[in-house]
């Protein structure tokens, strides 16, 4: 069974950086779309940034110039790295990896950023 195991997280003060991991058990990594997804207490999952099996990528528009994903497919290792961090992107943020095949979450890492 593929599991994704996310690292990283914690108390950051605003304007900090944090970089968070998400490890694949297995090479899902370089066939699938992975996703960093976050969810705030009260509020829906959302998508923060994602990028597929040829590099493209996408990011929500308040993160954008702010994170940025990349992925390492021999370390099957997606990564988020978030600069500039904002009260606002307070939340559990989780890594997913889709493809016509599949669809798994990881079990979040918190991020939190005091003001």
């Known amino acids: 069974q593929v599991q994704l195991v996310e690292s990283g997280g914690g108390l950051v003060q605003a304007g900090g950086f944090l970089r968070l991991s998400c490890a694949a058990s297995?090479?899902?990594?370089?066939?699938?779309?992975m996703g960093w997804y976050r969810q705030a207490p009260g509020n829906q999952r959302e998508l923060v940034a994602h990028?597929?099996?040829?590099?493209?990528?996408f990011y929500t528009d308040s993160v954008k110039g702010r994170f940025t994903i990349t992925r390492d497919n021999v370390k099957r290792t997606v990564y988020l790295q978030m600069d500039s961090l904002k009260p606002e992107d307070t939340a559990v943020y989780y890594c997913?990896?889709?493809?016509?095949?599949?669809?798994?979450w990881g079990q979040g890492t918190q991020v939190t950023v005091s003001s």
């Open positions: 997913n990896a889709n493809s016509s095949a599949w669809n798994v």
């Open positions: 297995n090479a899902i990594v370089s066939s699938s779309s």
């Open positions: 990028i597929t099996s040829d590099s493209s990528t």
